[in-house]
């Protein structure tokens, strides 16, 4: 099994939906969440980080962490044709050598239709 | 600074063949990290520099593999003896030790595609 876990999709929604991606992971020790979009042949791009639970909003995009659920959510609202990509979830275990690496999902390809 | 830059962004090779790929990290970061993503993957850690000491490899990491950051700046990846196995996307990350809040936040780049047939 792997340690973080996320459904491959693909996610369809028309636009102007909300898009609702999540992973579920198994290391409690992970303690910063990532969310990252990457576009066809392109590199990964960070939209979001959050530490611990809780909530984190920029603009569009809301993230949420609940550890006690080993879970985590990232919603797209007033969805765009523009926002069709990989968005891939990514966890590291905080600072020092465990911090240095992360751990990502196996992604979650989403289309917005216009 | 532009960002991370890799090159080549695609190499085609035959199986048995060496390849190299080198990454030029963002100019102020001082720790630089490389990744594999295979199709519909997400990304592997493979290794991870912090100025020019090679500090972690992953067990993806076979002895076919060996990469390098001699000053501390650009880094280079190279495998011998290709595989088919090997083909994938080769992502380059940076980040900074700088202003370390605590989420290291990697900055990636394009990739470096690698067939092997």
């Known amino acids: 099994q792997k340690e973080v876990e996320q459904d491959p999709g693909p996610l369809s929604v028309p636009e102007g939906a909300i898009v609702s991606l999540n992973c579920t992971y198994s290391n409690s020790a992970f303690q910063y969440f990532m969310w990252y979009r990457q576009y066809s042949r392109k590199g990964p791009e960070l939209l979001m980080y959050?530490?611990?639970?809780g909530n984190k909003e920029d603009g569009r995009f809301t993230a949420q962490v609940d550890k006690s659920s080993k879970y985590i959510s990232l919603f797209i609202r007033d969805s765009q044709p523009s926002d069709s990509a990989t968005y891939l979830c990514?966890?590291?275990?905080?600072?020092?050598?465990?911090?240095?690496?992360?751990?990502f999902g196996g992604g979650t390809r989403v289309l917005v239709k216009p | 600074d532009t960002g991370v830059s890799q090159d080549p962004r695609h190499k085609i090779t035959k199986r048995g063949q060496n390849v190299t790929f080198r990454c030029d990290p963002i100019?102020?970061?001082?720790?630089l990290y490389w990744y594999r993503q295979t199709l519909g993957q997400g990304p592997e850690f493979l290794t991870y520099?912090?100025?020019?000491?090679?500090?972690?490899k992953s067990r993806l990491l076979s002895d076919r593999f060996s990469a390098e950051r001699p000053k501390g700046s650009f880094s280079t990846l190279e495998i011998q003896r290709t595989e088919q196995g090997d083909s994938a996307m080769y992502l380059c990350?940076?980040?900074?030790?700088?202003?370390?809040?605590?989420?290291?936040?990697?900055?990636f780049g394009a990739g470096s595609r690698l067939t092997v047939l």
């Open positions: 990350a940076s980040s900074s030790l700088a202003g370390y809040s605590g989420a290291n936040v990697l900055t």
């Open positions: 520099f912090q100025n020019e000491a090679q500090l972690e």
């Open positions: 100019s102020e970061h001082n720790r």
């Open positions: 959050t530490y611990s639970s």
């Open positions: 990514a966890m590291s275990a905080g600072t020092g050598a465990a911090g240095n690496k992360l751990t």
